[in-house]
């Protein structure tokens, strides 16, 4: 049996949408066709690519934005669902050349190896912190865990992270931590 002919005609254009957001603190227009994902207008219509795809399924937290302070996996979201939002990426988090705390921290704590995830983890602490759920280390393990670093940097992270929130970097001090291999 033979599927129906669904695609356009050729020399057919997509209709497109018009769309603001306000990333980084300063506003943008575009016009994008409605299945264009945040992440994909971030990287490339607006030329930032700091997020990162990663998984493209919401997976592994690499493309995570802030959207009105909120953490979001911007490959999940269409962006024209975003419009006239405030929209931060790793861009936008320093002042000028004053880096975020968080940002600082990482470097303090070498939170990070390959720095795929960097981005995406960056935002993602940014949001939990602007949350203020998280109260001890592990809360911030566990509020963090959508956020995959496939270099293991996680003791560097939730180092940083507890850092700036100023809460202990170890749910119980008197157990040292030790690295090691995971068992297969």
Not at 36 to 41: C, K
Not at 61 to 73: D, E, F, H, K, M
Request: with cysteine; charged share 15%.
């Amino acid at each position: 049996m033979n599927a129906p002919e669904t695609l356009a005609p050729l020399g057919a254009v997509a209709q497109t949408y018009p769309l603001t957001l306000h990333i980084n603190g300063s506003q943008h227009d575009f016009k994008v066709e409605a299945w264009v994902t945040l992440l994909d207008l971030l990287r490339e219509h607006a030329g930032l690519t700091g997020s990162k795809k990663g998984c493209d399924h919401g997976q592994c937290g690499a493309c995570t934005v802030l959207v009105g302070g909120r953490r979001i996996n911007s490959c999940l979201t269409l962006a024209v669902m975003q419009n006239g939002k405030e929209v931060t990426t790793v861009e936008g988090l320093a002042d000028g050349n004053q880096l975020h705390p968080l940002q600082q921290a990482f470097i303090d704590h070498d939170a990070f190896q390959c720095g795929y995830c960097t981005s995406g983890q960056l935002c993602s602490a940014v949001g939990l912190m602007n949350e203020g759920k998280a109260c001890t280390a592990g809360q911030v393990r566990e509020l963090m865990s959508g956020n995959v670093c496939r270099c293991g940097a996680y003791p560097g992270i939730v180092a940083a992270v507890t850092e700036v929130m100023g809460i202990p970097g170890r749910d119980d001090p008197a157990r040292p931590f030790q690295p090691g291999t995971v068992p297969a």
